[in-house]
């Protein structure tokens, strides 16, 4: 049998009640919450790396990185909850899931331009890239 310490066993209350909570709060950890947190991982090394690469790597801009990251998961916290208000079915919770996970994967592609791997970027995705950046009025390779 194993036994564990006070502290540990503080430790995993703690983490278990966290996780408790978060499920609650965007309606269940389901397979687009789970894949919204893969791509919100990806796309936080893959800046990291791509910051490294062009030598622009900054703590405070890692930070903001993680603030962005945190304000994503509210959003999707906040459209579950008005979805239980208003009694949906997980309408604004999916629309803000399916948005947020667009916008990570675009992220992501932009990262791996940003790293120098550009050339496995389909040409059709860089195009529609160039087009939102530019109408960011942001340079992109290319």
Known sequence: MI??????????????????????????????????LVLICIDYVSGMLAAW???????????????????????????????????????FRSMAVFGYSAMEGLSIIENVDRMGYGEYIPQFIRAKLIQLRDEKGVKING
Not at 3 to 32: C, H, K, N
Not at 69 to 74: E, G
């Open 53 to 91: 690469k062009t030598g622009t790597l900054s703590s405070q801009r890692s930070f903001i990185g993680i603030k962005r990251k945190i304000v994503i998961l509210a959003v999707v916290a906040f459209a579950s909850l008005l979805d239980t208000a208003m009694s949906l079915n997980h309408i």
């Open 3 to 36: 036994e564990y310490t006070q502290t540990e066993l503080r430790v995993m209350a703690l983490f278990s009640a966290i996780g408790a909570v978060f499920s609650w709060l965007v309606g269940g950890v389901d397979a687009p919450i789970k894949a919204l």
